[in-house]
């Protein structure tokens, strides 16, 4: 399994799992805030960015946009 994780400005951490593509976010205590299954739109995640608020979750071959830890 491979997760790819970043620390976003805010203090969250984001970790999306490849092998059941799924996103998290966690904060910098520990607790789970939110997290989705992506696997309608990925098969096999490979990056993540994050631009302001938004972030970008990809997988070579579809792109998912998502706001994953909005206020």
Known sequence: ???YVI?????YIVAVDSV???VFC???TGDLIRWFDCSDYMREPSD?????????????KVSL???V???
């Open 1 to 3: 399994m491979t997760v």
């Open 7 to 11: 620390v976003v400005p805010v203090g």
């Open 20 to 22: 059941s593509p799924t």
């Open 26 to 28: 966690i904060s910098e």
């Open 48 to 60: 993540i960015a994050v631009s302001g608020k938004e972030y970008f979750v990809c997988d070579f």
């Open 65 to 67: 946009d998502v706001n």
């Open 69 to 71: 830890c909005s206020q």
